[in-house]
């Protein structure tokens, strides 16, 4: 999957990917910038669930773990 809006831009992850995404992932101060909890985290879901809709999905459940 690719979306793109503006300057942001969300595709799949990989395998090559992981060792980056969990230093991130652990790093506050790149979460806080990111927008965890609030900011991009909200673009980006906005932008994800817009993008399923239009690939016809017509009911999304999110649930919190």
Known sequence: ???ENNDLYIRNADVDDCA???KWWNDGGV???AGFPN???RV???ML???LFSMGY???FLIRI
């Open 39 to 41: 900011g991009l985290g």
């Open 49 to 51: 669930i817009k993008k």
């Open 58 to 60: 017509t009911k999304l």
């Open 20 to 22: 980056q995404l969990a």
């Open 44 to 46: 980006i879901l906005s």
């Open 31 to 33: 979460m806080a910038h």
């Open 1 to 3: 999957m690719k979306i």
